[in-house]
């Protein structure tokens, strides 16, 4: 039985010889690593930066466990942790952002959709009969943490480019004038990459007479949050505005081989409902996952230093030029496409086969699909994906008995190739 079979079947690999299960191990390894150098290479359709090798200077350190259970501005009895790597993270973000150090409380996270999670629970712990407005395209996880903390959700409609419309908003609001409002901005939505308009929201709010001790705004900044703060004239997110907490992912922009992400919220917003003294631990537990990754904070850390604003400053310009450089190469293929103003998502038709669908990695929605440009993806890759998908749609479309659909309604009659209105 050769090495693969073997490792196939649980009760042969039981009783093999410890050579015969190195050898097992190490080709079963080896063909996965292939296997993901081989779906890399053509990796079009997630909000996930692939360029990674800059963490293979930190492979000596995954032969320790590293917890960062507890608060990270709290000492505990487990000292094997990197908390002082997660507290210069945080101190990184909070530049970025514009709130000092004594202002803020924060911590790293498994992703964005801890993070928000734990903003959303710290709005309806200083909050308790708020209402949550988010809008339609909102990420998941803002309505699984309304279902999870059984919050009132009032879903708000889009605009075309996917951010929230401010005037059911302001509908909604005047409907429930005698309820605080815990509102989800999204800076950078997941599908079409919209940016809610941060200043009229809050604009809104006022106007429909909630001040600022009335209303809680969490911003869903997964993607945008790496992206925002390096553009010239792109949206400002800042705590300097009435805003009381950001969640970033990690993994998206910067780059990183495990998910994660930082939450950041304003000091004080930790009531005592949320944060427990654990005698065993000796330390404050303050966050949503208790044992937290050690080796996370250690890859932002790691990132940042690596490449500097400078470096994330020329990465966000080099998406933007290719994401405008894909959706051209759409309009000039007369295939239906929309790219929001400083976004790295272009969305575009449906592609028709499957195979297609998988071999390009591209995420789906009803009528739509979209390419996040993220940093490994390059120009011939691109190339190549416009290549294949005109050649197939000439499969699908060339006998004439199918026409490609009309996405008017989902981004614009001027950004539709359809037959009907031939943009």
Known sequence: MDASSLCLNNTNFAFAT??????????????????????????LGYHINQNCNHLMDLSPLLRFHINNIGDPFKESNLSLHSKKFEVAVLDWFAELWEIEKDEYWGYVTNGGTEGNNQ?????????????????????????KASRMYRMECQIIDT???????????????FLNKDKPAIVNVNIGT????????LDLIIKTL?????????????????????????????PKLSFKKPIRSISVSAHKLLGSSIPCGVLMTRKGRITNNLSENVEYIDTLDTT????????????????????????????????????????????????SAMLNESSIVVVFERPLSREFIDYWQLSLLEKMAHVVVMPHVTVKMLDDFLDDLV?????????????????????GVSNCACLVHMN
């Open 159 to 173: 605009l075309i480019t996917g951010e929230i419309n401010c005037t059911e908003l302001r509908e909604k609001l």
């Open 288 to 335: 949503i996952s208790g044992s937290r990754n050690g080796h996370a904070p250690i890859f932002i850390w790691y990132g940042l230093k690596m490449k500097g604003r400078s470096g994330l400053h020329t990465e966000v310009n080099k998406c933007l030029t290719n994401a405008k450089y894909l959706r051209d190469g759409f309009k000039n293929a007369g295939i």
């Open 206 to 234: 006022e106007e429909c007479g909630f001040s600022h001790d009335r209303f809680y705004i969490h911003c869903d900044a997964a993607l945008n949050g790496l992206i925002s703060p390096f553009l010239e004239y792109g």
């Open 391 to 411: 050649q197939n749609r000439e499969i699908w479309y060339g006998n004439g008995k199918v026409q490609p659909l009309c996405l008017a309604e989902e981004i």
């Open 119 to 143: 903003g959303l629970l710290l709005g309806r712990d200083l909050l308790p009969d708020g209402i949550l407005y988010a809008s339609k395209e909102s990420h998941y996880s803002i309505f």
């Open 190 to 197: 997941t599908f079409k990459g919209g940016v809610d308009n």
């Open 18 to 43: 410890t050579v015969d299960k190195q050898r097992c191990i190490a080709k079963t390894i080896s063909q996965f690593h292939g296997h993901l150098a081989e779906r890399s290479s053509h990796f």
